[in-house]
């Protein structure tokens, strides 16, 4: 074996220095045989040869588990696949980890996916060709279900390549220094590009299509044992969207499914969350277009401090919920005694959103006792399908937790449409809420945001209040617009402290100090 190891890398190494043809190590290419043992040995080889590139020509490269190496670049040529195997025995077993008690087992987990590496340095997957799991990830738990998963690496690019159905996460980045993800095309069932406790992340002119889940997402897990940041994070020129599943690669761009598995709309936005053990800091977002999906979020649930966040220049067609989540809640999933968190320093600026869900409006909130903190909006632009009352608001159930059983009794009581419930414990997404009492934005739990600039417009008329301030604090609103139906309120103010307004006419300047209920 070892003769034919050698005779191989001769053979390789000859026809390009530091060049490794995955052909010569005995991969066939040709979408029947199982090319994994010749995938490895060709990697084991340029890692013994102290690093080097590992070529795919052209080909269907059927394989499981790849084991990356320290100082080696994997070339995917044009025509070039590596697909999947459906054999559940061709990839590694989830190596054991004793923190997964506080996020899923794909988060937990990286052996046991197409493409790994863990404790690595110097890595690159390049070049034009696709990976598709289409025949051989999972979309659950417990199975092959990544496509690409790296551990505790540092230098690490991703460039150029196309994922076709990546399973539970195409690329989830754990612990992972100095990364670089460029030009990426990714069309796939869950989750795009997960970032997890990461520092000095650049990702740039990606497309990702995910209408079942979150197409580019921050998180800060528990998975490695610590409390690891996700930091220093640009974020740039890049499409997410929830079209059709497959059909951002092939560049139809169906539209017919209109759900994602939690019943709500089509996924495929940017989240800062949900996993948030660890802090979010000094993060960038800017030129992204969010197409058929839902809306920006950012969400401390489990006792991260998110700060330092500056987010500009976004468009948003069609989109499915909230065009801004701003969350601070108390979910906990975190060790014990873990202190909730706190978002602040947040910069949102230059946004047009058209066409958005009008029952949750944008909406940043917090839970009592803990605000979020110092929000600025700025040259906001948000146009929503409108058409709602505060009557719709009215008819919910009166605790949205109990639906079951209003339905069971016969009926569904009235609730008071200005008592949006809290929803503490719950798991962040803006139907938490229900229909909320604002038609625009709702902000409540919430001192010192900043409005600038903000115009809110509705394709049908909308008899609900356009920004409702419920237990806000040191609040201004300066040179905003908006559309209000006759004889419904611009601004409604609940239990406020310090609200400042100026140059939004209708609503006349004014200085409003500690209100218990007030409209304008």
């Known amino acids: 074996m070892k003769a034919i190891v050698w005779t191989a890398l001769l053979c390789a190494v000859s026809a390009h220095a530091a060049t490794f043809d995955v052909r010569a190590f005995g991969a066939k290419g040709d979408g029947k045989t199982l090319d994994r043992n010749s995938i490895n040995r060709a990697v084991e080889a340029a890692a013994s040869a102290g690093g080097g590139t590992v070529a795919f020509p052209a080909g269907t490269y059927l394989t499981g588990s790849i084991r990356l190496r320290s100082n080696i670049t994997l070339q995917i040529d044009a025509g070039a696949v590596i697909e999947a195997s459906p054999d559940a025995s061709a990839y590694d077993p989830a190596e054991p980890n004793e923190h997964t008690r506080f996020q899923d087992f794909g988060h937990s987990h990286w052996h046991n996916s197409l493409i790994w590496g863990e404790g690595l340095e110097n890595v690159s997957i390049v070049g034009v060709g696709l990976i598709s799991g289409a025949k051989g990830l999972t979309r659950g738990e417990r199975g092959q279900d990544k ?4 551990k505790l690496c540092r230098n690490v690019t991703l460039r150029d390549f196309s994922v076709l159905s990546g399973g539970h996460f ?15 095309r990714i069309d796939t069932n869950r989750d795009a590009i997960d970032i997890d406790s990461c520092r000095n992340v650049r990702i740039s002119n990606v497309s990702a299509n995910t209408p079942n889940d979150d197409a580019i997402v921050l998180k800060t897990s528990f998975a490695l044992g610590v409390f690891r940041p996700t930091e220093h994070v640009t974020i740039t020129n890049c499409l997410v969207s929830g079209y059709d599943i497959g059909s951002l690669l092939d560049g139809t761009f169906r539209r017919t499914v209109t ?29 992204i277009v969010f197409d058929r999906s839902r809306g920006l979020a950012i969400e401390s649930v489990d006792g991260s401090h998110i700060e330092d966040i500056a987010i500009s220049n976004i468009t948003m067609r069609d989109a499915s919920n909230s065009p801004i989540f701003i969350r601070l809640g108390s979910r906990m999933r975190a060790p014990e005694n873990a202190p909730i968190g706190s978002i602040r320093r947040v910069s949102i600026s230059h946004v047009v959103a058209s066409n958005a869900d009008s029952r949750y409006a944008s909406i940043i909130s917090g839970i009592p006792g803990h605000d979020v903190e110092d929000v600025t909006l700025s040259d906001i632009r948000l146009s929503y399908r409108g058409g709602l009352t505060m009557d719709d608001v009215a008819r919910q159930p009166a605790d949205l937790v109990n639906t079951f059983f209003f339905r069971a009794t016969g009926g569904v009581p009235p609730r008071d449409p200005l008592m949006t419930p809290e929803r503490e414990k719950e ?16 902000i409540r739990h919430a001192r010192g945001v900043r409005l600038s600039n903000v115009v809110i417009t509705h394709e049908k008329e909308d008899r609900r209040p356009v920004v409702v301030l419920d237990q806000a604090a040191d609040v201004e609103l300066d040179r905003m617009r908006s559309d209000a139906a006759p004889n419904t309120p611009t601004l409604l103010m609940l239990k406020v402290d310090g609200v400042t307004v100026r140059g939004s006419a209708p609503v006349p300047d004014a200085r409003i100090g500690k209100a218990e209920r007030k409209e304008m």
């Open 147 to 150: 496509a690409i998963a790296l």
């Open 170 to 184: 195409a690329i989830l980045a754990t612990g992972v220094d100095n990364l670089t993800i460029d030009n990426l």
């Open 259 to 287: 759900r994602a598995p939690d019943r709500d709309g089509p996924t495929g936005r940017i989240k800062l969350g949900t996993e948030s053990n660890g802090d979010f800091r000094n993060i960038t977002i800017s030129n």
């Open 427 to 442: 798991y962040p997404e803006p139907s938490m809420f229900g229909l909320i009492p604002a038609s625009g934005l709702f």
